[in-house]
């Protein structure tokens, strides 16, 4: 991966009057969409509008652009907004996903997060994350983690336990699932997240919706009518339900990796885009069952269309509300959870490995520090999970307790990394076994389970 230098940098200096008075005089007429297709425009593809620095007092900043190769053929183009004067300490990063149809360029053109969050003192970026139309594919997220990256080497004061995201339509879908999906403590992850009517589910997309299957059989087929593969598109999603019965298919909800993210869940109370509202009602119906209640960080809101009556932009967001409620969360990481994974890769404190690609791999898991002990179980498709003892808060130089189960009978390999030397004993359920053996040369410890039943497993150091 190489990353190019800045392309362009655009100073400029705002108060919120200006911007909201030149971004309302751009706007064409409210329209009704009937699609999501039909809510493509060109405001997301018009240059940042350009003031003579010092021509407005207040709350200033100015929009850098930047340009990134990937290695994947898709040209990747930054818009971020700096905070003028520079920061001095940590500050957050605000990270705005775009609508269908506009690029990075949607920030200035129909967001005021640029003002919202640089008169706060954060940075606030928008990638076009590979295309115009990602509906959150995986190239759009392996680009987004890219220029998230890249933020932080570029700005070192960006505080990484407080990276926000706002989120809206197409935009929406594609920032909760990548939040989702990106639960490594080493990388950028998500620290709380506004929604506005976002495309949650693509398979109900895919049905409700028939000028999106061209674009999600190009992103998740080979491009043929009616190639968009079933997987590809749940993996890209946060759920997935049933459209005559709205019953959620529990087996591919990635909403259950969101549960240690505060999250606000918007729609207008008129959408246009008819299944958006669908989709929304059955997440908050579905998050209800993984724990998640109304309160302090979480709620699901109706919004106002505002200006735009009958219409479906940004505008219906009040993003100084969004700022203000996303100012109050920093990131934790959960100690305990039902975590889905769609690949091989690091999920919080454990890196998957799945027995088959192309499937989603479940694992229950908890943590109980003060007794030094971990529970795994519910697991499928899983091959082997390696443990980050010493980051999860384990400590292998004391008795380590491990409860373990596997779900669809196939042996479970569990790796305990940084052991210093081999145990004295292992035993499972008070009995002394073989089913583990220890690696001098990389300090790893595995245990083998192959029941369905809960068993508990005792290290000795």
Known sequence: MRFFTVVSAIALAWVGVAERASAQAI??????????????????????????????????????????????????????????????????????????????????????????????????????AANTQHYGSIPSQVHMEAVLQEMLVRYPLIDPSRIYAAGFSMGGGAMANYAARHVDPSKPMIAAMVSLSGAVALKDTYYSDPPTRLFLDFWYGNGTVGSADPFKLARSSILNFDPLTFQVDTNEDLARNLTHIPLQVTRATDERIWYLPKQNNVLVSHLATLGFTPG???????????????????????????????????????????????????????????????????????????????????????RRLSVDTLGAGLNPSQPLHVTLATADGLADEVVFRSVTAPPTSVSRDGNSTLSWSYNSSTLELTLTETDGLPHLWSVVP
């Open 27 to 128: 706007r064409p007429q409210p329209h009704q969409p009937f699609s999501m297709v039909d809510t493509d425009d060109s405001l997301g593809l018009l240059p940042p509008p350009v003031y003579p620095a010092g021509s407005f007092s207040g709350p200033t900043f100015q929009y850098v652009s930047f340009s990134m190769t990937i290695g994947d053929g898709w040209p990747e183009n930054v818009l971020v907004a700096e905070p003028l004067p520079a920061p001095t300490g940590p500050v957050p990063l605000l990270v705005v996903f775009h609508k269908f149809g506009s690029t990075q360029l949607d920030l200035s053109a129909n967001t005021n997060f640029a003002l919202e969050g640089c008169s706060r003192g954060w940075y606030v970026v928008c990638p076009l």
């Open 296 to 382: 302090a960080t979480y709620a699901f809101r109706f919004v106002p269309f505002g200006v735009d009556a009958h219409d479906h932009r940004w505008v219906m967001l009040d993003q100084s509300w969004a700022c203000d409620w996303l100012s109050t969360f920093t990131l934790t990481l959960p100690t305990a959870a039902r975590t889905l994974a769609d690949r091989d890769d690091v999920y919080f404190h454990f890196f998957v490995e799945q027995d088959a690609p192309n499937a989603f791999t479940p694992f229950d898991w908890a943590l109980d520090l003060p007794n030094n002990a971990l529970s795994l179980a519910g697991t499928a498709n899983l």
